[in-house]
């Protein structure tokens, strides 16, 4: 499978929005879930984190200072860490239409 490199700077792009996005606004948290809400927030700081550094690391390229090793190292970390948190996006929403499906 192929891999667009602007696909995958737009895709990072979205998913650094959508953070910056959701962390402006405030949640209720309190008792189990807020262990997972900040799971989750973790998860989501880290990514965007990686996906910070793998920007930096490009820049470095661009200015002759970084191997190209590294930038594909760090593309394909941050490209990961995505894929990861859409998959739990997913999981989470399927689960919540599974509840929303039960009978009460």
Do not use: C, H
């Amino acid at each position: 499978m192929s891999v667009s490199f602007s696909n995958a700077i737009n895709a990072y792009n979205s998913a650094a929005r959508s953070v910056r996005e959701g962390a402006a606004q405030p949640a209720e948290e309190a008792g189990q879930g807020s262990a997972f809400a900040s799971l989750v927030k973790d998860s989501l700081r880290e990514a965007r984190d990686l996906g910070a550094k793998s920007e930096e690391i490009q820049m470095q390229a661009v200015n002759g200072q970084a191997d190209m090793r590294d930038v594909v190292m760090a593309v394909a970390n941050a490209e990961m860490a995505l894929d990861t948190v859409v998959t739990i996006r997913d999981r989470v929403l399927s689960a919540y239409q599974e509840i929303l499906k039960m009978p009460i």
